[in-house]
Every structure is written in C-alpha cells, then in structure tokens.
C-alpha cells in the first residue's frame, strides 16, 4: 500500500516545518551572537540578516579580549577588568563537569552491578530507593548541604560542586549502566568464574570490556546534565561559576548585553550538541533510566 | 541463586593467616553498593533529614538563632497564602505542560517515523533542545519576548495579536504560559524520542491484520497503537511529570516568580525566601512540603497506571 503523492509532499512540509519551529531558538540565539550590538537593540525592527557579522562578542567572551569601546553599550564601564571574560568559567564547567562524570561511574558501576548479578535482599528495594533521588527537588537538600559545605569547606570549590553533581547524576547512571549489564548474558561472567576467576576478576577482565559502550554513554550523559545543571551551581557557588549560572549574571538591571549572553551561551551549547549526537543511539534508554530500549 | 556454589569449586586458594570476612569480598555485596550508598547517605539522606530538623525550628527574628519550636513553621507554612498560591501554580503549571508536551510529542513522533529521506537527519536535529542548558533556553526566550527588540513579541504585535503595553513575561495573565512554551519546546523532543522509540518496538502483525479488515488510520491509532504504547506513555509522563513539578530554572531567569507571585512555583518561592529573608527553618519547610507533595503525586501515579521500572 503506498501513500499517493501528494500525502507525502505534504507529509515532508509538515516535517520540515516542525522541525524549522524546534531549530527556531537556536538559530536565533545563533544569528544574534554574530550580530553588531546596533542591530540586536534595534527597536524599529526586528534586524534579521540586514547586519554585518562580527567575532566581536566571542572575542569578548570565549578569549577575553576587552570589548572594543565603539561596540560595547553605555552600560560598559570603560577600562578596568573585563566583566564579560568567560575563560575562567569555561575552565570551571569543564573540570567540575569531568570531574563528577568520572566519580560518578566509578561509583555507579559497583552498584549498578551488584543490582544486575548479585541477588540480595531487598535488593529491588535498594533499587527504587536509589531512583528515588533522581526526583529529588534540589531544593529540598540545598539548605542543609550549605551548611554542610560551610563546616567542611567545600563552598565555592570545585570539589563541592563535583560532589553535588554526582548525587545528581548517581541514580540515573546506577539504573542505566544496570540495563547495560542486564544485556550482557550472565553465562559470560559464570564462564570465567567456572573457569577459576573470582567475582572480581570476572567483573573486571570479562565484563567490564564488553559495557564499554554502555559506560561511554552514560559518561556522556552524566557530563551534559553536569554541564547544564543549574540550581545546585547557583546557590552553592560565588567565586566559582558553571556555565550557566554565570550566563544569568549577564542580565542586569541596566540592560542586558545580549551578544555576550548569546555569545557565552552558543558556546555552551556546542560540546553538550556534539556529546550527544555521538550517543543518540542510546538516548532514548538514558532518558529513561535504562526503561525503554530504543 | 546458583552464583554462590558456582565460586566455591574455584581452586584452593593457599591458606592465609587471616582470610577477608565475606562480607568484604566480591562475593557478597557489600562491596558492591557501598559507594554508592554512602555518597546517597552523606549528600541526600542527610541533607532530607536536616532540612526535615530544621523546619521544626523557629528564627528568632532578632538573635537569628534556631530555637526548637515544631509547630512553627508548618502552622505558618499552611496559613501562608503564597504557598497555596505556589501549589496552585505548580499544579496548573505541571498538568497543562504535560498534557500539551505529550499530545505534541506523540504527533511529531508519528508524523516523523518514515524511513523517507531526510527524516532520520530531522529526527536527529529534534534531539537538538535537549542539551541546551535549561538557564539558557530561559535566556533564548528572554531575547525573543523582549517587548522592545524580541523576535517573538514584535512579530504578535506586528499581526496584532499582543499589544505594546503587555510585555509578555510581565503581564500576570500571559507569563505562566510564555515559561512554558519555553520548557515545551527544550522537553517536547524527550516526548518525541521516547514515543518513536515506542513506536518501533511495535509488532507489525496487528496493524496488517487491521488494514485487512477494513480499519482506517485513525481506528488503528486509538485502538492498537495507543493502548500498545500505554506503558511507555506511563514512565514518559512520570518522568517528566516529576520534572516539571520541580521546574526552577526557567522561572528564575524568566521571571523570578513574578509579575506579583503570577509564575510562583513552589520551589521559586522556596528559592526566594532564601535569597531574600534568608530564613533558612521556613524556606526547609516550604522545601519539604514540595518534596512531600512530589512522592504524594507520583505514588498516586505509579499506582493508578501500574508504572514499573
């Protein structure tokens, strides 16, 4: 049965068009970090190609050069330290995002394989009552763990913030690397340990290798929600700033310097966009929690 | 289970002076799950049972000191209208998007599951949103309903559908539903996956049967392809459910709860009452409440729809 023409033309319209309405915001965002501060403020129009492309906001932002005195706003204090400056930032997100993805599979991994091999009491239990912090509202521990960042002088280091984003990150790689394993066939590791290999060696030298995969998505999936956390970041941190809880810095009461935002916040976004391509094959289960196999 | 014996014909091991207790061996779990459960302990269970501590104290409103007084704060938090207005607003806010962000994401799912070309690089570019961080997609949003220059709200005004005097984040009747668009389009793409990843998973055979005897599309949809897909509709609901029920990042940069408390979530207003009065036992309380309402919710789900991970 095949559909007539004109159904599929107008099946492809619909989907190029709802596709183009998804891209829309971030072409935009796109478009505007490129665009010359007089053509983001342009209250007459709404300025879409009718500019001159410019580095200028990336310049400022990504290498820290100080903003060129024609192209910053009257908000732009002239001279002095440039506030714009988004390197150290960069710098923060991406060690406390490696950080806490790689502390968060060395200790997810153990238990994701004990829930998978090892049958023990309680053990589903044990299982819902690690999901159940996937669904925590960070709000709920914020306050105590201020507190208790005060006493162990974690506030505004990169060691805190890493620990908080592996609590985050801990259920949801437990259940996922747990899928994982499931899909390993348990006589695989009981041949090894028949074999003469303790539980350990069977885990470590057979098993391990055949989840490289699974724990490379995971990985991946661990640093984008790492990398795009905010709540935690915000009220945890003063000095040091993931990405983007320093991008809402920008927005002031004088005006809001939108090609730096726009800038800042592209580059954000492209690592987090090329990770995840890369893993789109098991997206669907890492958005699950290992639930639905795509 | 056979695990165990399977080990013990494993050869002999030379005799030690002191062997490890089985507990500390790979054979038993503790090993296993220890990490794990500590850093679920020191960072989450603790913390719960803290700010759950902590609720039960007053502030003193001038020595600022924490005095134990439980009924306090939880006789505060119920007569406090905000809060009810929060649990409003969170419940609305929840149920609409939920509604519209699954309705939208199975119709996209259908209509962009073909093996034609170019559908698997559209489906690709859908997953796009996903990895935006949820404080920039509020900031993307920001530019585009700017009264002024935004892309969004000059082009209403252009066709006459908004006017110049209410900006849309600052006007009380349209701010929830501008925050929303914004988390609807960053999650409508997690709909979209989950639902084509359904949708492949479902048997042929009954849909040719179907086709056989006379049913048109739309019978097929509502009679085969929906009740097939109820359980993954139920985790994707649960799990999103959940998640817009803790929405933070977006009322914060959008509109920091207001105009007045229109876009006051609870956990906005929790957030509040810790930047603003910073009285850490109250603001606990207000968090806890949420954390309650959250389990209360989503047990009520699991039950009803059977959800089983």
Known sequence: MRAPWYLVTLRYIAAIFVTAVFMFPVFWWGLTSIKPTRAIFNREQVVVFDFEPTLENYRVTVLGESPSLIESGASMGTGGENSFDG????????????????????????????????????????LNWIL???????????????????????????????????????????????????????DVDQAAMIDGATRWQSFRLVVLPMIKGGIAATAVLCFVFSWTEFILSLFLTSEIRTLPVKITTFVTSTGSEWGYISALGTSAMLPAFIFILLVQRHLVRGLTMGAIKD | MTETTITSTGPQQPRKLWTMPRWLTSEHPFPWVFPTTATL?????????????????????????????????????????????????????????????????????LLLDSERRGFGLMRALMTLPLVVPPAVTGMMFLLMYNNSFGVISRSLQHIGLMGTDTPLLATGSTALWAIMVADTWQ??????????????????????????????????FTRLTLPMLSKIIAIAVLI??????????????MTDG??????????????????????FPYASAVAILTLVLVIITANIFIKVFKVRF
């Open chain 2, 41 to 109: 302990i020191v960072f989450g269970l603790y913390p719960i049972l803290y700010a759950v501590w902590l609720s039960l104290h007053r502030r003193h409103p001038v020595t600022r000191e924490n005095q134990f007084n439980p009924e306090w704060n939880w006789s505060r938090v119920f007569a406090d209208e905000r809060v009810w207005d929060a649990i409003a607003v969170t419940y609305m806010y929840t149920s609409v998007a939920i509604v519209i962000q699954l309705a939208l994401g199975l119709a996209i799912a």
């Open chain 1, 87 to 126: 390197r150290e930032t960069i710098f923060d997100s991406i060690v406390i995002a490696v950080g806490s993805t790689v502390l968060t599979i060395i200790l997810a991994v153990g238990a994701a394989y004990a829930l998978s091999r090892l049958t023990f009491r309680g053990s589903q239990l044990y």
């Open chain 2, 187 to 220: 999650w409508t793409p997690f709909m979209v996956l989950i639902m084509l990843a359904g949708l492949r998973a479902l048997p042929k055979d009954p849909f040719e049967a179907a086709a056989i005897d006379g049913a048109n599309a739309w019978q097929a």
């Open chain 1, 132 to 186: 159940s912090h996937r669904f925590l509202p960070p709000i709920a521990i914020i306050v105590p763990i201020v507190f208790m960042f005060r006493d162990l002088g974690l506030r505004d280091t990169h060691l805190g913030l890493i620990l908080v984003h592996t609590l985050i990150n801990l259920p949801i790689a437990v259940l996922l690397l747990k899928s994982f394993l499931d899909d390993v066939p348990k």
């Open chain 2, 258 to 279: 207001g105009p007045g408390t229109a876009t006051e979530t609870l956990t906005a207003y929790a957030g509040k009452i810790y930047f603003g009065s910073a009285n």
């Open chain 2, 240 to 253: 999103r459910g959940i998640d817009l029920f803790r929405v933070y990042d977006y009322v914060k940069v």
